[in-house]
């Protein structure tokens, strides 16, 4: 399996514009996680889908973020509109069940203008 | 609330040393306990994943251990190499939401040739 694919892996944007982030998960985890990497603020878990449904949103900053899991193989996170405190790297992650390790992609490192 | 700690911050040892990374955490009602590697500028790639039932779980030169009774695991690493250099973070998932991942800030290793 080539794992958790995440693209673009560098995104560059000016502030105010519409960000979208993808994620393919390993084939056959039903759980999947958006997360934000920070210096400042370390990890930290932004929502988890299972089974395409998103179960936890706690994490998501603001309105400006949402994100879509439209089947098992995809899911999205937007930012609308950017800012730069959005700068971070974000990860996404999957995993079998809840229950079994995560697995994480590469990254997409946003840098907000 | 849970808090989990990982100390030292940073640490250096010449190749060919065993060492042992520290993480700590204050409630012990935990699911599982997870320990990664981050390479700079890459994504996490797990490591071991122990159970709360378990004691230890080896993979090759790496052995985890865990004591939920004095919240502390270590990360064992033996005959140390230049390519164990990386940041390595533990993570421990709640009992109330598995998925929910608490993490440590980590540790930075370097190993000199």
């Known amino acids: 399996d080539a794992g958790v694919i995440q693209s673009p892996r560098h995104e560059v944007t000016e502030m105010g514009q519409e960000v979208t982030l993808r994620c393919k998960p390993i084939?056959?985890?039903?759980?999947l996680f958006w997360y934000r990497q920070t210096m400042m603020r370390g990890l930290e878990l932004l929502i988890y889908?299972?089974?395409?449904?998103?179960?936890?949103d706690s994490g998501m900053p603001e309105d400006r973020f949402s994100a879509k899991m439209p089947n098992a193989s995809f899911s999205t996170l937007k930012i609308q509109p950017s800012e730069p405190r959005d700068s971070a790297v974000y990860f996404c992650?999957?995993?079998?069940?809840?229950?079994?390790?995560?697995?994480f992609g590469p990254g997409t490192r946003l840098t907000v203008l | 609330k849970q808090e989990v700690t990982q100390i030292p911050a940073a640490l250096s040892v010449p190749e060919g040393e065993n060492l042992v990374l520290n993480c700590s955490f204050t409630?012990?009602?935990?699911?599982?306990l997870q320990w990664f590697r981050q390479d700079p500028g890459k994504g996490l790639t797990s490591l071991l994943l122990?159970?709360?039932s378990q004691r230890e779980q080896t993979s090759g030169r790496l052995n985890a251990s865990l004591d939920k009774s004095s919240g502390r695991s270590t990360l064992y690493i033996a005959a140390s190499q230049p390519g164990d250099s990386a940041t390595y973070l533990c993570?421990?998932?709640?009992?109330?939401?598995?998925?929910?991942?608490?993490w440590g800030a980590g540790t930075k290793l370097i190993i000199k040739p």
């Open positions: 992650a999957s995993s079998l069940t809840e229950y079994n390790e995560q697995f």
């Open positions: 084939s056959g985890h039903n759980s």
């Open positions: 889908f299972n089974n395409n449904v998103p179960i936890d």
């Open positions: 409630d012990s009602a935990i699911y599982n």
């Open positions: 122990i159970q709360s």
């Open positions: 993570a421990v998932s709640r009992v109330d939401s598995n998925y929910q991942l608490i």
